[in-house]
């Protein structure tokens, strides 16, 4: 099995920064793309950002040129660099990994959930 603990959210001012950060560990060797989604309150789970095994990335629109995705496959953690931060960022931030790697277009599902880290910017 694989476990993912997110850290890293908190309370920050629109336009600051934030890096979430997701541990995994145990059967990390099954992983082969990350994701971090988001849930803001009301709203559906959503695609943040995704990365391959081998570092091809993808975003949603509304983070494209602001949010970073990248992974230490050293130290099995994934991240994500968060700059200009907007009210609407504000969301419960979940780290995800799945078996199946991501290829353009398609988003893998994923297997591995994390129990979230909570964003929230104010205006």
């Known amino acids: 099995q694989v476990q993912l603990v997110e850290s ?3 309370l920050v001012q629109a336009g600051g920064s934030l890096r979430l950060s997701c541990a ?3 059967s990390t060797f099954s992983i082969n793309s990350m994701s971090w989604y988001r849930q803001a309150r009301g709203n ?3 695609l943040v950002a995704i990365i391959s ?3 091809s990335t993808y975003y949603a629109n509304a983070v494209k040129g602001r949010f970073t995705i990248s992974r230490d496959r050293a130290k099995n953690t994934l991240y994500l660099q968060m700059n200009s931060l907007k009210p609407e960022d504000t969301a419960m931030y979940y780290c995800a990994g ?3 790697d991501y290829k353009s277009p398609v988003i893998p ?8 880290t909570r964003v929230t910017v104010s205006s």
């Open 8 to 10: 890293g959210g908190g």
């Open 44 to 46: 559906k789970r959503e």
């Open 24 to 26: 995994a560990s145990g």
């Open 98 to 100: 799945g078996n199946s």
């Open 109 to 116: 599902r994923m297997n591995y959930w994390g129990k979230g």
């Open 53 to 55: 095994s081998g570092g």
